[in-house]
């Protein structure tokens, strides 16, 4: 699975440096097993899931299951993304 950090990201992470060790930690946990340890989201965010790194630090990423099943792993195609 390939890793896509938007630009608020990235400049979230360089205002909080003393946070980037955590941040990677959560990110590898992530791509290791996107399901588990995020929590879904609903309603708009739909395909979207949370998780949490520290108390007010919250990575939101995009995990589509019916779009990894086609193999669509660079670019979410489905309509329900």
């Known amino acids: 699975m390939i890793a ?3 630009d608020d ?3 979230s992470l360089k ?3 003393a946070l980037k060790n955590s941040v990677r930690k ?3 946990m992530i791509l290791a097993n996107p399901i588990a340890i ?3 989201l609903k309603a708009n965010f739909r395909g979207y899931y949370s998780a949490l ?3 007010n630090f919250l990575i939101i990423y995009l995990y589509c299951l019916i779009c990894r099943r086609k193999g669509d792993d660079r670019i979410v ?3 329900d993304c």
């Open 4 to 6: 896509l950090f938007s």
């Open 26 to 28: 959560k990110v590898d």
């Open 38 to 40: 995020g929590e879904p």
């Open 77 to 79: 195609l489905c309509h």
């Open 15 to 17: 205002k909080h440096a």
């Open 9 to 11: 990201f990235v400049k």
């Open 53 to 55: 790194v520290k108390k």
